[in-house]
């Protein structure tokens, strides 16, 4: 029987291990759609998995990767067809069943999206989970009322992916974006994604954070968690919505109900493993047109599976900026 080959995680002796191994199709978890992937990604949780540095993994073995895109080679489910060109992310995709640094991905077709109009394989997997979760932050801000007329919108954590792949599509809708950092030397990347103008976090007073601040941010988009989040709640505006994305400084929140009932804040939970199809499939297909990012390739670094434990080490320590695209076929 053939073999590919994947990057399989696994518990061994109370301790993470993660390594390329050969595999048949015959040892994947089960599902109705089999696809030869093209292209993988890495994102934040894809480093904590692979690295043990986070509880991301429910069952061992699993092969990693929470994202892939690739062409269908069987299928028993009358909505996919060999030759399809499918995206697969969320649910427990590289998380409890196997995922998307493979060469070829078997997952339940209620899990498959098709390729939307206006993106390649490759542009697929250089938005991935962290680009359709600013996707789905957008929608979800607009929905309650955010406008570019409404005033400036921040992004933190904006060097990261989805920072970076927020600040291209807001500037290309029409906002007034605020790229907040804590990289005092990627001012020149950050503007040329759009960013009208750039914070550094070290400019800030984390430790005297009012209550209720100068009301400055019609939005925001919040990849921090932590104080950070407490102070963009404390300097919204009247009717602002607060998308949060992320947990990269902390998963606790210090606030107060003031910015909420005083002057209308919307905190908005940003869930991308969880969405409906038809919301998931409306963000993708606006990823393709609408929304489709201006500058993918400024953001992209392309790597081999064989490069994943050097990449995850730079995620962890916020040496990457950007996508990083596994290339997997062809």
């Known amino acids: 029987m053939a073999t590919f080959k994947a990057y399989r995680i696994f518990n061994e002796d109370g301790k993470v291990q993660a390594r390329l191994v050969e595999m048949t199709l015959d040892e994947l ?3 109705e759609v089999v696809f030869r992937t093209a292209f993988s990604s890495v994102n934040f949780k894809d480093a904590l998995a692979g690295t043990g540095a986070g509880k991301i993994i429910r069952r061992f073995p699993c092969v990693g990767g929470v994202d892939a895109a690739g062409t269908v080679t069987s299928s028993t489910d009358a909505r996919f067809k060999e030759g399809d060109s499918v995206i697969c992310t969320s649910y427990d995709f590289g998380v409890s069943h196997d995922g998307g640094y493979a060469e070829y991905v078997r997952v339940p077709a209620d899990w498959v999206v098709p390729l939307p109009k206006g993106l390649s394989l490759f542009e697929a997997m250089a938005l991935g989970t962290a680009g359709y979760t600013a996707g789905l932050a957008l929608e979800r801000m607009e929905h309650d009322g955010l406008a570019p007329a409404n005033g400036p919108v921040i992004v933190n954590g904006a060097t990261g992916g989805v920072g970076s792949v927020a600040i291209d599509i807001l500037a290309a809708t029409g906002y007034h974006v605020v790229a907040l950092t804590g990289k005092d030397t990627e001012s020149d990347y950050l503007k040329r994604l759009g960013a009208k103008e750039v914070m550094l976090r070290s400019r800030l007073d984390l430790s005297k954070i009012k209550p209720l601040d100068k009301a400055t941010w019609a939005g925001a988009v919040d990849n921090l968690g932590g104080d950070v989040l407490s102070w963009l709640a404390s300097t919204m505006q009247v009717g602002g919505t ?3 994305v992320g947990l990269a400084a902390g998963h606790t929140l210090n606030t107060t109900v003031m910015p909420f ?3 209308g804040v919307s905190l908005l939970g940003i ?4 969405t ?3 919301l998931r499939r409306r963000v993708w297909e606006r990823l393709g047109s609408d929304l489709k990012p201006r500058h993918l390739n400024d953001m992209v670094t392309t790597v081999a599976l064989q490069d994943l434990p050097g990449v995850f080490d730079k995620i962890l ?3 990457m900026r950007g996508r990083t695209v596994v290339k997997l076929a062809g």
Request: aromatic share 0%; net charge neutral; no cysteine.
């Open 29 to 31: 978890d089960a599902g």
């Open 261 to 263: 009932i005083l002057r």
């Open 271 to 274: 869930d991308s493993v969880n």
């Open 317 to 319: 320590k916020a040496q």
């Open 276 to 278: 409906p199809m038809a």
């Open 242 to 244: 607060l998308a949060s």
